[in-house]
Structure formats: C-alpha cells, structure tokens
Nanobody
C-alpha cells in the first residue's frame, strides 16, 4: 500500500508556472505507475499526465501537451508536475494517483491509490 500527499498548489496568474509535488510513502514507490488527474467544479475528474515506473515513458492529455511535464524521482519517492503557460481553464483540484498494474493508463478507475488533492487557481 502507498500513501500520497500532494503539495505546491496555489494561486497563479495566467501565463505563469507552478510545480506540483506528490510525496509517496512506502519502499516500493518505484514499482508504481503514477498519474496526475484534475477536477474542476461541476466536472468529472480527468486525466492530465502519467509516467511509467522508470520515467522513460510519459503520456499527456491533449489539453496540457507541450505545457505540462510529468517526472519522478524514485530515490525521493516523489512525482512532479511542472505546469507552464497556465490558463484559467487549468483551474482545478489536482490529484496524484498510483497504479500497481502493468502499463501506464489514463482512466480514473485504473488507479489504486489517490492523494487528497491540491488546489490550483489560475487568474486571468
């Protein structure tokens, strides 16, 4: 089992940048595929980015491709989401998630563990 704690959220102006971190407990962090999701008020939780256990493979939602970068540091048990060129429509609660199964996935139901979320608000 793994516990996830996100940090780094806050208020940022449009066009700005923010880096989110997700710290994981446990000694088997490197065996998990990791993902970032987000949920805006009144909307369903949606996929943002995912990364393989080694970090060699990454996947992005079309809406963030070219602006966001997911990375991980297995020695530090941490996954990151670097967000650049932020837009007001990026405003949401951002969640970190871990997946035990094989393969990097993009659906909410394919992830086993979730953090509590961190709010990102982008002002225009």
């Amino acid at each position: 089992q793994v516990q996830l704690v996100e940090s780094g959220g806050g208020l940022v102006q449009a066009g700005g940048s923010r880096r989110l971190s997700c710290a994981a407990s446990g000694r088997t962090f490197s065996s998990y595929r990791m993902g970032w999701f987000r949920q805006a008020p009144g909307k369903e939780r949606e996929f943002v980015a995912a990364i393989s256990w080694s970090g060699s493979a990454t996947y992005y939602a079309d809406s963030v491709k070219g602006r966001f970068t997911i990375s991980r540091d297995n020695a530090a048990n941490t996954v990151y989401l670097q967000m650049n060129s932020l837009k007001p429509e990026d405003t949401a609660v951002y969640y970190c998630a871990a997946r035990q199964g094989l393969g990097v996935k993009v659906r909410v139901e394919e992830y086993d563990y979730w953090g509590q979320g961190t709010q990102v608000t982008v002002s225009s």
